[in-house]
C-alpha cells in the first residue's frame, strides 16, 4: 500500500497563498487519481480537489473553485494545492489519499480512495 506524507501547511494571513504537497513512497502515484480533503474542528471531512491519474481531469469543491489549483508532476511522485486568497474558513486540517484503482479519473467520495497520508494543517487568520 503507498505511503502517503502531506507538507507544506502553516499559518498564513488572509488573502495569502500555501502550496501543499502529497508525496509516495513505496507505491510510485502515477497510475493514480489523487484527492485532497480538509476537516475542520467539530466538522465532517470535505472533499476539496481531485485530480485524475493523467492529470487530464481536475475537479474542486465549490468553495475553492477559482481560488485552488490541483497538479501533478509525476517524474517527482508529487502531486501539488496550490491554495490562493486563503480566507478563515478554509482552516483546516488538508490530506491528501489516493485512488483504490489504477487509472481512475478522481473522484469526490471518500470511499474512492484507499490509502490517506496524516494530513498537514492549514491555518488562515482573519
Known amino acids: 500500500q503507498v505511503q502517503l506524507v502531506e507538507s507544506g501547511g502553516g499559518l498564513v494571513q488572509a488573502g495569502g497563498s500555501l502550496r501543499l504537497s502529497c508525496a509516495a513512497s513505496?507505491?510510485?502515484?502515477?497510475?493514480?487519481?489523487i484527492g485532497w480533503f480538509r476537516q475542520a474542528p467539530g466538522r465532517e471531512r470535505e472533499f476539496v480537489a481531485a485530480?485524475?491519474?493523467?492529470?487530464?481531469?481536475?475537479k474542486y469543491a465549490d468553495s475553492v473553485k477559482g481560488r485552488f489549483t490541483i497538479s501533478r508532476d509525476n517524474a517527482k511522485n508529487t502531486v501539488y494545492l496550490q491554495m490562493n486568497s486563503l480566507k478563515p474558513e478554509d482552516t483546516a486540517v488538508y490530506s491528501c489519499?489516493?485512488?483504490?484503482?489504477?487509472?481512475?479519473?478522481?473522484?469526490?467520495?471518500?470511499?474512492?480512495?484507499?490509502?490517506w497520508g496524516q494530513g498537514t494543517q492549514v491555518t488562515v487568520s482573519s
Open positions: 489519499a489516493a485512488d483504490r484503482f489504477r487509472y481512475g479519473s478522481g473522484s469526490r467520495q471518500e470511499g474512492t480512495f484507499g490509502s
Open positions: 513505496g507505491r510510485t502515484l502515477n497510475n493514480y487519481a
Open positions: 485530480i485524475s491519474w493523467s492529470g487530464s481531469d481536475t
